[in-house]
């Protein structure tokens, strides 16, 4: 690979190369010995301005970045290159302004030529292609930060929502412990099946408030996991209500007052 001058851009290419390990040959006309620290430093070689058509013969790719106000390839010797390499391509990267490589060396067969203008095109077709693909991002982004929220206000509410379920397994379980020596007619299934009911009216009864705590909490909507530990007592600092258990009726209480 041809480097064509030694300027700042030239240091920048030759940095870009030797990170891909390519090796490059540098040459320049009025800065030969900066083209040899270039060269030194980036594993490169150093070569006079005059072996220029030489070197052309003998490249594939060409970097031209001088501070030249002429072109310094120009068509007509060009041409005369393009017969020596009998048919090989070559690529010319153009990176200098005003340009180094003449523009009619686009009309040589087996002459590519990029330069600044072919560049800026490459880079707003990649800027309008990576602004699409934010955009997509972005929507990607928001969609998965809603579920996360989402999530996160439910995490909120789920130690409320395990403690009241907890809760109602619980007074499921006292009550029917309280009322064991009322069912000596019930075998072992029928036992069973009244605690399976039990637990799922207990379950019904909490479910349309188990949903809109979560909605409410999602919504950002506070206040309604405090109420709820407060209604409930549910947090383990609350002291009971005195006389708590006095509206609950006994099974035999609701015979008497039915007799």
Do not use: Y
Not at 94 to 102: F, G, K, N, Q
Not at 174 to 198: C, G, H, P
Request: include cysteine; hydrophobic fraction near 45%.
């Amino acid at each position: 690979m041809l480097v064509i001058g030694a300027g700042e851009t030239a240091e920048l290419t030759a940095r870009a190369l030797a990170a891909r390990g390519v090796d490059a040959v540098f040459i320049a006309n009025r800065h030969h010995d900066r083209a040899i620290g270039i060269a030194q430093r980036f594993g490169g070689r150093a070569v006079r301005f005059e072996e220029l058509p030489s070197l052309l013969a003998a490249a594939d790719i060409v970097v031209s970045s001088t501070s030249s106000p002429h072109n310094v390839v120009e068509h007509d010797a060009l041409s005369e290159v393009m017969t020596e390499r009998e048919g090989r391509p070559l690529l010319l990267v153009d990176l200098a302004v005003p340009r180094d490589i003449s523009p009619a060396c686009r009309d040589l067969t087996g002459v590519t030529v990029h330069d600044m203008d072919d560049l800026q095109s490459l880079v707003e077709r990649n800027t309008s292609s990576r602004m699409g693909e934010a955009a997509l991002a972005e929507k990607i982004l928001r969609s998965e930060l809603a579920q996360f929220q989402e999530w996160l206000a439910a995490q909120e509410v789920t130690p409320t929502v395990a403690a009241l379920r907890g809760l109602a397994e619980e007074i499921v379980t006292r009550t029917l412990a309280e009322n064991e020596s009322r069912w000596e007619s019930l075998n072992d299934a029928d036992r069973e099946r009244m605690r399976v009911m039990a637990s799922a009216i207990a379950r019904r009864i909490l479910h349309e408030p188990t949903l809109r705590l979560k909605r409410s909490a999602a919504d950002g909507v506070s206040g309604h996991v405090h109420a709820l530990r407060e209604l409930f007592g549910l947090d383990p600092e609350t002291n009971p209500l005195e006389g708590a258990d006095a509206e609950v009726t006994e099974l035999d209480e609701r015979r008497r007052a039915r007799g």
